[in-house]
């Protein structure tokens, strides 16, 4: 039976690493919710038009595409308009990844479809999943990854953890804490995995 599991944690704590491994030694489906969001802003994509007519045509780069950094500068400025952006755009991505899934537990052709996503508890994908694995890393650690990976200052990483879920939330939901910690290793991250697989 295809199991869904959903995969959530704060930024920098390693999903993409974990996510790695995890269909290097199983037979996995990674459904990510950020590459949804983009194919459906993309012209022609189930909500680019709405985006367009509540932002207007200044959010577009001069190829007709949403410039994605202008439309964050705008919403990230502003609360109101970013629980605009997410009324127009959560619901579309929770039904398509709805859709996957319902196509996916009838094919019965994986051991997993993991589903990769910050906004697990908005999106309310908890409802669905068979398991909800948070994936952790202490704060610190997250912290100089961001630094070391994406060259975030200071000012930035604490922006960016001040709009995610506190950890006290993210355990709230989780059947399964994935420690990813620095130092855990490819073969401990397998051996949790199997155990959570059986």
């Known amino acids: 039976m295809t199991q869904i599991i959903g995969l959530t ?68 400025a502003d609360p109101q308009k970013l629980q605009q952006l997410n009324a127009l755009t959560h619901p579309a991505v929770t039904e398509r990844v709805l859709e996957i899934v319902t196509q996916e537990r009838a094919a019965a052709r994986y051991d997993a479809v993991v589903i990769e996503t910050a906004l697990l508890i908005e999106g309310h994908y908890d409802a669905f999943c068979d398991q909800v694995w948070y994936v952790y890393a202490p704060e610190a650690e997250r912290r100089e990854r961001l630094k070391q ?30 420690d990813n910690s620095d130092g855990r290793t490819e073969q401990e991250l397998y051996k949790c995995f199997l155990e959570l697989l059986k």
């Open 9 to 76: 944690g704060g930024v920098g704590s390693g999903k993409s690493t974990v996510l790695s491994v995890l269909k290097k030694y199983f037979h996995c489906l990674e459904v990510s919710t950020d590459d949804i969001s983009r194919h459906q802003m993309e012209p022609g994509g189930t909500v680019y038009s709405q985006v367009v007519e509540a932002f207007g045509t200044g959010i577009l780069a001069e190829d007709g595409t949403i410039d994605r950094a202008g439309l964050a500068a705008v919403v990230f």
């Open 149 to 178: 990976s994406r060259g975030y200052s200071e000012e930035k990483i604490a922006d960016l953890f001040a709009r995610q879920q506190s950890e006290e939330a993210y355990r709230s939901v989780a059947t399964a804490v994935i």
